[in-house]
C-alpha cells in the first residue's frame, strides 16, 4: 500500500502545524525548513494557497494524490457541500476512526494496526485502511490482541467524548461509528472551499 515515508517534522514545519501529532522538532524550530527558512518568504499566489491547503488535507489524513483527485470527484457527486462532504469521506476511513477511536495517538499507527489485522468491522478482520466505514458498523480490537501493550497505552486516558460521532465501549474495545459528523464537530484546521476552488480551474 502506496503511503508517504518521508520525514515527517520537515512537512509540519513547512505548515507550521503538528499535523502528524505532537512533534518536538516542530516545537524547537518553528519556521520553515530548508536553508532559507527563517529569511523573508516570498509572497504566495493565489494557486500556490490553494494547492498548499490541499496539500495539508493529503498529509494529515495520509492519503495520496490519486486516491485524494478520487475522494473529490466523489464529494462533487455526492448531496451536499464539496468541501465539507469531501472532509466527511476521509473521516469515515477506516483507519482515521481507529485514530479518533484512540486506539492508535497517530492516523499512521492506526493505519498499521489495520494493516496488520489487529482490527475488526462488525466481527470480521479488515486490513484495507482505505475502507469507508458506514453508519452503525462497529469498529473493534480482535479479541487476540486486546492485550497489546500499544493499544492500551494509547487508550488510557483518552476523552473518547470529544468526538460525538463515534461511541467507545471500553468493555469490549470497540467503538460505533453513529453518523457522519457535522463540519462543526471535524477538529482538522482545514480550509476546504481552498481545495474546491483549486479543483474547480
Known sequence: MARYIGPKSRIARKF???????????AKKNYPPGQHGQGRRKKTSE????????????????????????????AQRTKGVTGEVLLQLLEAR????????????TRSGARQLVSHKHITVDGKVLNIASCHIKPGQVIAVREKDKSMEVINTSLEGFNHSKYPWIEWNAASM??????????????ENIKEQLIVELYSK
Open 47 to 74: 494557486y500556490g494557497i490553494q494547492l498548499r491547503e490541499k496539500q495539508k488535507a493529503k498529509y494529515t489524513y495520509g492519503v495520496l494524490e490519486k486516491q485524494f483527485r478520487n475522494m473529490y470527484e466523489k
Open 174 to 187: 470497540s467503538g460505533t461509528f453513529l453518523h457522519i459528523p457535522e463540519r462543526e464537530d471535524i477538529p
Open 94 to 105: 477506516l483507519d482515521n476512526l481507529v485514530y479518533r477511536l484512540g486506539m492508535s495517538p
Open 16 to 26: 507550521g502545524e503538528a499535523i502528524f501529532g505532537p512533534d518536538k522538532v516542530l
